[in-house]
């Protein structure tokens, strides 16, 4: 995980919002990426494992328990399943997806810095949330 600077303004993320993926293309022991900025012309972002179902408040669907190796006090949170992107297999959805991010965000950070778009924040019960997912939730 790259040492990143929040970027200096928040673009904004058309294509997350409208993803439509079904909770049920993860499944526990799936390796995926949330995707948080761009590191020298390549998306970077929090790989984790998914461990169980589990209710994501700030949509009010179902999500999924993630585990971060690097998250600290934080290992454990909960994510929308548009906000995930899989590793561990080669899968077309998630590739289409990642794709997108790509040629959206790449092209707009060309420092060689690591940059967090400031796309993704966690609530204090350890929610995951995207910024157009938290102005109408709890946070
Ligand atoms: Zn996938």
Known sequence: MPDAIR????????????????????????R???IKGVDDGILWGDAMTVVTP?????TNEDG??????DGGARSFVTGHPRYLVH????CPDCLIYQRAL??????????????DVGWY????LNQL????DGRAGSR
Not at 102 to 115: A, E, G, H, I, N
Not at 129 to 132: E, K, M, Q, T
């Open 7 to 30: 970027a200096a303004f928040i673009p904004a993320d058309a294509i997350t919002p409208d993803r439509d993926i079904a909770h049920g293309h993860f499944a526990p022991g799936d």
């Open 32 to 34: 995926i990426v949330v």
């Open 54 to 58: 589990s209710w994501h408040t700030p």
């Open 64 to 69: 999924w328990r993630l585990r971060n190796p």
């Open 87 to 90: 590793l561990s297999t080669r």
């Open 102 to 115: 790509q040629d959206y965000l790449v092209p707009r950070f060309t420092d060689s810095k690591p940059v």
């Open 121 to 124: 924040s966690i609530t204090e």
């Open 129 to 132: 949330v995207h910024v157009a």
